[in-house]
């Protein structure tokens, strides 16, 4: 089956919040399918590189090579390291969080508890998957996983399952794992059993919120002087951690939250001030129209020309038990 098209969040927003002028410098954190990257270009940037640590993306960015020839080009990193290749300085530098239609869409990545796939997961083609998180990690460290980053309220029962289930047979695809949450989460409502299992995985495969914290952090030292930042995201704990930095950079205390400790004001000056309106949420057509708005959240802050903070902000939850990629790896 085609894949269905990416069907970009918040655009119009995004450039409103941007305001790209002519000829300046836009650095697109997660290119996905070019949504972004394409509606600057359109829309007058000078250049536009794009940045995305999943290879298959290579495609779609070569087209946009092509189309605006000498102003796109695409990095394959993950945007943590974004200001490790030697990138100048950028004017606007947008993240839209989290995983693409085209990545939930293919059976073969494992995102989908609707797909039967290999239990993978990873938007990188390296480090450990799915697989290897549910069948290597012990009950304490899984239900930690589910219950912070899927919020899942049954995470201990449904961490227990998974150990006995795989003391009997290996569970290494997304059908295999489906089953043994069906056998232990009861369906109710709209919400199918194993949707927070799948999300809180994902977030663990890919170090979503370390990445999220890193990646502010270096384009914080990536962008000029009056340059925006414009952060699109999907569920709290992303939220929280792109509110907690952009609080700190711009001089506000921020108390920590029931997971991540408390930040105190570093010191410095201001590297980041937040106008009126910082925060947008999807208007209500287009939550009608695409599903994937609905949670979404924008706050964006211009950057001011006192340097970078010293001080990295890091995703350190104070829950114990929280295992890191490395005990896998
Ligand atoms: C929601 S999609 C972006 C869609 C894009 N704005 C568009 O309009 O087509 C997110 C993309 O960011 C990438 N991504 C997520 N986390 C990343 C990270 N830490 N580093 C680099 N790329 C990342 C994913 O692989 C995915 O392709």
Same mark, same amino acid.
Request: contains cysteine; charged residues 30%.
């Given at each position: 089956?085609?894949?269905?098209?990416?069907?970009?969040?918040?655009?119009?927003?995004?450039?409103?919040?941007?305001?790209?002028?002519?000829? *300046?410098?836009?650095?697109?954190?997660?290119?996905?399918?070019?949504?972004?990257?394409?509606?600057?270009?359109? &829309?007058?940037?000078? !250049?536009?590189?794009?940045?995305? %640590? /999943?290879?298959?993306?290579?495609?779609?960015?070569? =087209?946009?090579? +092509? #189309?605006?020839?000498?102003?796109?080009?695409? $990095? !394959?990193?993950?945007?943590?390291?974004? /200001?490790?290749?030697?990138?100048?300085?950028? /004017?606007?530098?947008?993240?839209?969080?989290?995983?693409?239609?085209?990545?939930?869409?293919?059976?073969?990545?494992?995102?989908?508890?609707?797909?039967?796939?290999?239990?993978?997961?990873?938007?990188?083609?390296?480090?450990?998957? &799915?697989? /290897?998180?549910?069948?290597?990690?012990?009950?304490? !460290?899984?239900?930690?996983?589910? @219950?912070?980053?899927? *919020?899942? @309220?049954?995470?201990?029962?449904?961490?227990?399952?998974?150990?006995?289930?795989?003391?009997?047979?290996?569970?290494?695809?997304?059908?295999?794992?489906?089953?043994?949450?069906?056998?232990?989460?009861?369906?109710?409502?709209?919400?199918?059993?194993? #949707?927070?299992?799948?999300?809180?995985?994902?977030?663990?495969?890919?170090? !979503?919120?370390?990445?999220?914290?890193?990646?502010?952090?270096?384009?914080?030292?990536?962008?000029?002087?009056?340059?925006?930042?414009? $952060? $699109?995201?999907?569920?709290?704990? =992303?939220?929280?951690?792109? +509110?907690?930095?952009?609080?700190?950079?711009?001089?506000?205390?921020?108390?920590?939250?029931?997971?991540?400790?408390?930040?105190?004001?570093?010191?410095?000056?201001?590297?980041?001030?937040?106008?009126?309106?910082?925060?947008?949420?999807?208007?209500?057509?287009?939550?009608?129209?695409?599903?994937?708005? %609905?949670?979404? +959240?924008?706050?964006?802050?211009? @950057?001011?020309?006192?340097?970078?903070?010293?001080?990295?902000?890091?995703?350190?939850?104070? +829950?114990?038990?929280?295992? #890191?990629?490395?005990?896998?790896?």
């Amino acid at each position: 089956m085609a894949d269905r098209p990416h069907i970009p969040v918040m655009l119009d927003d995004v450039l409103r919040a941007a305001s790209v002028q002519p000829g *300046e410098r836009v650095i697109d954190a997660t290119f996905g399918n070019g949504g972004y990257s394409e509606a600057f270009l359109r &829309a007058g940037a000078g !250049e536009v590189i794009g940045l995305d %640590r /999943d290879p298959t993306v290579l495609a779609r960015a070569d =087209e946009l090579s +092509k #189309t605006y020839e000498g102003r796109f080009r695409l $990095v !394959e990193t993950p945007f943590s390291e974004m /200001d490790q290749h030697d990138l100048p300085l950028a /004017d606007i530098i947008v993240f839209d969080i989290g995983v693409s239609s085209m990545q939930i869409d293919r059976a073969e990545r494992g995102f989908s508890f609707q797909k039967d796939g290999p239990l993978d997961m990873r938007m990188s083609r390296s480090g450990p998957t &799915a697989r /290897d998180a549910v069948m290597t990690l012990g009950a304490d !460290e899984l239900e930690a996983i589910f @219950r912070i980053y899927g *919020e899942e @309220r049954q995470a201990r029962r449904a961490a227990a399952r998974i150990v006995e289930a795989r003391q009997e047979a290996d569970i290494t695809s997304t059908a295999e794992l489906v089953d043994v949450i069906e056998s232990v989460i009861p369906r109710s409502g709209k919400i199918h059993p194993a #949707t927070r299992i799948f999300q809180a995985l994902r977030i663990f495969v890919n170090d !979503e919120l370390g990445e999220l914290y890193r990646g502010l952090c270096a384009a914080e030292r990536l962008l000029a002087p009056g340059g925006r930042l414009v $952060v $699109v995201t999907f569920h709290s704990l =992303e939220d929280r951690i792109a +509110k907690q930095f952009l609080r700190d950079r711009a001089g506000e205390f921020e108390g920590g939250s029931r997971y991540a400790p408390a930040v105190t004001h570093s010191g410095p000056a201001a590297s980041f001030r937040m106008p009126r309106r910082s925060v947008v949420k999807p208007s209500r057509d287009e939550e009608q129209s695409n599903p994937r708005a %609905r949670s979404a +959240k924008l706050r964006m802050a211009i @950057r001011t020309d006192a340097p970078a903070h010293q001080q990295d902000l890091e995703w350190t939850p104070a +829950k114990r038990a929280l295992p #890191t990629l490395a005990a896998i790896a």
